[in-house]
């Protein structure tokens, strides 16, 4: 039951000071008292606000059963939210503030434009910006982990006497790539530490690292499998996530802007 209440006071919080702003920034003659929720006067306008949220349509379009049951929902709502408005601590009152700060903020910002979809143009350029930041190849590799500098010496000195890494990477790593011989698929530049894939870089297929590799990890003797291109995704993959990046990149200029 308090998991709902809090609930309510964080959408209430909203709905009371901020949930339509056309019609809740200053309440206008027309905007009638249509219910009381205690001390709380339920106006047409909040009542509106809330009939969007909830059935996506304005009062005048639900039928007459359907209005009446939101309408009381809505002052049930206000009920419950009001009474643990007034018991709430300094934290749930917090992060109340904090949504209505936000709210107004993304309000201001919708009216200014922030969130329109970007143009043509603009996507185009956010994914050749995109794509140059994509590494040029990707790595299928192997490894030996083990803890200590002294250890990853010996298994490149066995490396260099013959020994065969897969069967290394079974007997002596210490994750569970042993049981595929060290296997570790193909990884791109970012996937791993810097450290790792800055080793693997420049090597090619056949190749090992002569010097072991500190990571977080411990101390990484790597082999390169195979090398390809790496494969960039074309826009309509990631159109969506560009778009997302475009307007929040809107949003925190227009708050800078302030």
């Known amino acids: 039951m308090r998991r709902r209440t809090l609930a309510s006071i964080r959408w209430l919080a909203c709905a009371m000071a901020g949930l339509a702003v056309v019609a809740c920034s200053q309440k206008s003659p027309e905007d009638a008292v249509i219910a009381n929720a205690g001390d709380r006067e339920v106006t047409s306008s909040l009542f509106a606000a809330y009939t969007q949220q909830v059935a996506k349509g304005t009062p005048e379009q639900l039928d007459h059963a ?7 929902q809505l002052v049930q709502l206000a009920i419950a ?14 992060g109340a503030e904090l949504q209505r700060l936000e709210f107004y ?9 922030v969130f329109t ?51 290394l990477a079974k007997a002596e790593s210490a994750d569970d790539s042993q049981a595929r011989g060290g296997d570790l ?14 080793a693997v870089a420049p090597m090619k297929a056949g190749e090992y690292t002569k010097t072991p590799v500190k990571t977080p990890y411990g101390w990484h003797v790597i082999r ?35």
């Open 66 to 72: 359907y209005r009446e049951r939101l309408l009381q």
């Open 81 to 94: 939210a009001e009474r643990e408005a007034a018991q709430a601590d300094r934290t749930t009152a917090a």
């Open 105 to 113: 903020a993304k309000a201001g910002a919708t009216r200014a434009g």
């Open 117 to 167: 979809p970007p143009t043509a143009a603009e996507l185009q350029q956010a994914y050749d910006a995109f794509v140059k930041r994509q590494p040029p190849a990707e790595f299928h590799v192997a490894h030996i982990l083990v803890p200590t500098e002294n250890l990853a010496m010996g298994v490149v000195r066995k490396l260099s006497s013959g020994a065969n890494f897969a069967a």
């Open 185 to 198: 698929g193909w990884i791109r530049p970012g996937a791993l530490p810097k450290a790792f894939t800055d």
């Open 224 to 258: 390169v499998l195979e090398t390809r291109r790496a494969e960039v995704p074309p826009m309509a993959d990631v159109r969506d996530q560009l778009v997302v990046n475009l307007q929040q990149a809107r949003y925190e200029a227009f708050l800078l802007s302030k």
